[in-house]
């Protein structure tokens, strides 16, 4: 009698353990995935500050280059009388979108990047405008652009700084919508199925507003 009970005890300890394993794993599923959604998350947002730091050198960049270039012909082929003291007022005259790379793939590449501007021909009472145009000899600001690590591929969204309200998509360097002018930033896609179901953030924000 007492080998049985102690046979049945042993039977039900180990059905105990058995349950408790069970739950135990149930409860590690989430946590498991949690992590890995937070792990995901810090290299979207590692990306997309890699990708923004290398718009914003580029624009610094340009704007230093085009400054040159537009002071040197102020300096040696305008007038007479030359006006290098005019560089900084024609640089500021120049639109703020044509600074910007035309699409976040030409941060990859070194190349030559064309901006337009416009002398008058005189300073004080300018009757005509005359269009320049200021070469800027680029390098390539990234080897390559990041991954959106949700889509496990490059896919972003460009915005630009023409109108800030127009949006494409970048897909591997295929753009796909209506571009403006001038990438000054981009995010995350704003359509569930580019991202795979991945919308919302652990923290309650949305993806596209990061």
């Known amino acids: 009698m007492t080998g049985k009970w102690r046979q049945g005890l042993t039977l039900i300890e180990l059905l105990v353990v058995v349950t408790i394993l069970a739950i135990v794993s149930l409860s590690l599923v989430p946590t498991a995935e949690l992590i890995t959604v937070r792990l995901l998350e810090t290299q979207m947002q590692e990306n997309l500050k890699a990708i923004r730091r290398a718009i914003r050198t580029w ?10 270039e537009v002071h040197d012909y102020l300096t040696h082929s305008y ?27 030409m941060l990859t590449r070194a190349g030559v990047f064309s901006v337009t501007y416009l002398l008058p021909d005189n300073f004080e009472s300018p009757t005509t405008w005359t269009s320049h145009t200021a070469l800027f000899n680029h390098r390539a ?60 953030a652990l923290d309650g924000t949305y993806y596209r507003d990061w």
């Open 59 to 68: 624009r610094e960049d340009c704007e230093a280059a085009v400054e040159k």
């Open 79 to 105: 007038g007479p009388p030359r006006r290098p003291e005019k560089t900084r007022e024609v640089v500021l005259a120049i639109p703020d979108h044509l600074f910007y790379p035309t699409d976040i793939g």
């Open 141 to 200: 600001y990234l080897s390559a652009i990041p991954v959106n690590p949700f889509v496990q591929g490059p896919v972003w969204v460009q915005y630009y700084a023409n109108n800030p309200a127009s949006a494409t998509l970048w897909e591997g360097g295929i753009i796909k919508g209506s571009p403006g002018i001038g990438v000054f930033d981009v995010g995350v896609p704003t359509s569930s199925a580019d991202m795979r179901g991945f919308v919302q």
